[in-house]
């Protein structure tokens, strides 16, 4: 059996079922095919009123009645309940469904619209942010290696300063930055005007404290140099050079007319081979002649003038008239060779006077006096026995007779037997000398 309280409980719930059964009955019989509490209508419908819209923070029911107002409900389609609302016609419920599919589209994409606008942004951000922390670091870089920089060359101003400072001391921390600053700059200096050519005598001025090593590199670039020509000359030239040098020791700032010979190149031969004759070379037997050139031969008593030719063999000099030779000295039997310091172009050969093939010593003129007697000198290797002479010469005549030749500056050349018997040379003077 039930309980009295239990009995009351369940009789007060099926009468309200009942009341619940016959309240809808009454409303649908009053047409209402539609019924929903105000929250659960409000939150299914709230989006299609922007007063609505996202949140209403009012009552539910004032929130459906600014909805259905919005969304322009008659008076006769619906009514308000006290916690429901009731719409008559299904009508208008399809309406506003249809509203709601129209406006879940547009909220669709607007909400795509949003996220993808957050999205970007965020990504926007985020790389605005690394940018910022990438343009801060390098910028930051920079600005120690401008900090940086800036402090080396403060210290290096204040190091070159007081390396000025102690340039006369002896090397030591204050001055050793200046001083290797001071070497550096003059061997880039002369690297850049190092002489071309040996003829080149140039040299930038060395800093006191390099003036021996500047020394030791200025000897060093010359012998390079020196080195490099002589490897590329031609043996022609070389012999020619050798000539030159041999000249120089012997002329140089001592007879008037060696400069004008400098720029003339040596040859072997001023004859050409026609001008020496068949006889003279059968009778050298086939000696082979390193020099000819025109000679003129003084007599030794009458001092007269005539044309020979002067060729050196390999043996003798030889003296020859036509196709005659006249005489012959060995380069043994050359005694030594004497010649003016002044502009003239005689000179005389010395001989033995012991040897009887030999009639006395050899007064000749040459228009290549240098060259012939450089020759003559280097072939039979008398060098040093060529004297230059000032005011005049003793040559051996014959067998205890003895010539002078006196030389005597002038306006022109001449040569002449004076009247005390002595041949005398006039020699121009030189501007060179």
Partial sequence: ????????????????????????????????????????????????????WPTWDGRPHDGVAVLVKHLGYKPEEYKMGRTKIFIRFPKTLFATEDALEVRKQS??????ATWRGFYRRKKFLHMKHSAITIQ???????????????????????????????????????????????????????????????????????????????????????????????????????QQLEQKVIASEIFKDKKDNYPQSVPRLFINTRLGNEEINAKVLQALENEAIKY??????????????????????????????????????DYANLTGISVSSLSDNLFVLHVHCEDNKQKGDVVLQSDHVIETLTKTAMR???????NINQ???????????????????????????????????????????
């Fill in 1 to 52: 059996m039930l309980s009295q309280d239990r009995f009351d409980e369940v009789l007060i719930r099926h009468q309200v079922k009942y009341l619940g059964l016959m309240e809808n009955l009454r409303v649908r019989r009053a047409g209402f095919a539609y019924r929903r509490k105000y929250e659960v209508f409000l939150q299914r419908y709230k989006s299609l009123c922007p007063e609505t």
């Fill in 391 to 433: 005011g005049s010469i003793k040559f051996t005549v014959g067998q205890g007779k003895e010539g002078i030749i006196d030389f005597i500056s002038g306006s022109e050349l001449l040569i002449a037997k004076a009247k005390n018997g002595h041949l005398t040379v006039v020699a121009p003077r030189l501007n060179s000398r």
């Fill in 136 to 238: 801060s670091w390098w910028r930051g870089t920079l600005g120690r290696r401008k900090a940086a920089k800036k402090k080396w060359a403060a210290e290096t101003i204040r190091r070159f300063i007081k390396g000025f400072i102690y340039r006369n001391y002896p090397r030591c921390p204050e001055n050793e930055y200046f001083l290797d600053y001071i070497r550096f700059s003059f061997l880039m200096n002369l690297k850049r005007n190092l002489p071309k050519t040996v003829l080149d005598k140039s040299w930038p001025t060395p800093p006191p404290s390099l003036c021996e090593a500047s020394q030791l590199l200025r000897q060093l670039c010359m012998q390079n140099m020196v080195w490099s020509y002589c490897k590329r000359i031609s043996p022609e030239w070389k």
């Fill in 380 to 386: 039979a290797d008398k060098v040093n026995n060529v």
């Fill in 107 to 112: 909220l669709a994409t607007k909400m795509q």
């Fill in 292 to 329: 000819a050139v025109p000679v003129t031969k003084y007599d030794r008593k009458g001092y007269k003038a005539r044309s020979r030719q002067l060729l050196l063999t390999q043996n003798a000099v030889v003296i020859v008239e036509e196709s005659k030779i006249k005489q012959r000295i």
